[in-house]
C-alpha cells in the first residue's frame, strides 16, 4: 500500500513541528497508542495544543461533549 502522506498533511492537526511521523498515520496510531494515547487527529485543534493526548482527556472531552 502506497502511503498518501502529502494528501493526509492536509488534514492533520498535530501542532508539534518537529513530529517525523506528520502525514503518515499508521506510524503515528501506532506511536500514540503505545504510550496510551490518541492522535492529534482525534482531538478538537483547542484541546490538541494543550499535548494532553490520554485516552483519559479524550474521555472528559467526550463526556463535556466537545468531541
Keep these: ?3 498518501n502522506q502529502t494528501r493526509n498533511q ?3 492537526n498535530c ?3 518537529p513530529c517525523s ?3 503518515i498515520c499508521c ?3 501506532t506511536y ?3 504510550s496510551r494515547e490518541l492522535p492529534a487527529c482525534c482531538f478538537p485543534s483547542s484541546a490538541e495544543r494543550t499535548y494532553d ?3 483519559e482527556h479524550f474521555a472528559r ?3 463535556a461533549r466537545r468531541v
Design 1 to 3: 500500500m502506497e502511503c
Design 10 to 12: 492536509e488534514s492533520c
Design 15 to 17: 501542532s508539534y513541528e
Design 21 to 23: 511521523r506528520k502525514g
Design 27 to 29: 506510524e503515528c496510531v
Design 32 to 34: 500514540h497508542l503505545r
Design 53 to 55: 493526548r490520554s485516552f
Design 61 to 63: 472531552l467526550v463526556t
